[in-house]
Nanobody, 120 residues
Framework: VQLIESGGGLVQAGGSLKLSCVAS???????MGWFRQANGKERVFVAAIGWSDSRTFYADSVKGRFTISKDNDNDAVYLQMDGLKPADKAVYYCASTTVESTRSDRYDDWGRGTQVAVSS
């Protein structure tokens, strides 16, 4: 299984970015999620989407600003990030899980991450 993220970059506060994650290799999953890790901090949950039922889950810090979506045919998951703040600066990781969870230790496969920077 391989997960490859893209779409990171530098944006001004209030701007938008759309992250993409493409999965390759056949594997069973319940959901796909996005996590982020700021410098010197632990990796935290951002959003997740059920692969079959499309239920979505968001961290309180991004609700109303970020939108997770997926494309089953292309085995891809996206994270539309609007209203970006300097506090959103982090490396963003895509991951897959076979259970319903927002805990990073319940996710089995991870991408290498894509850097998001927000200038004030």
């Amino acid at each position: 299984v391989q997960l490859i993220e893209s779409g990171g970059g530098l944006v001004q506060a209030g701007g938008s970015l759309k992250l993409s994650c493409v999965a390759s290799g056949l594997f069973t999953r319940y959901a796909m999620g996005w996590f982020r890790q700021a410098n010197g901090k632990e990796r935290v949950f951002v959003a997740a989407i059920g692969w079959s039922d499309s239920r979505t889950f968001y961290a309180d810090s991004v609700k109303g600003r970020f939108t997770i979506s997926k494309d089953n045919d292309n085995d891809a998951v996206y994270l539309q990030m609007d209203g970006l703040k300097p506090a959103d600066k982090a490396v963003y990781y895509c991951a897959s899980t076979t259970v319903e969870s927002t805990r990073s230790d319940r996710y089995d496969d991870w991408g290498r991450g894509t850097q998001v920077a927000v200038s004030s």
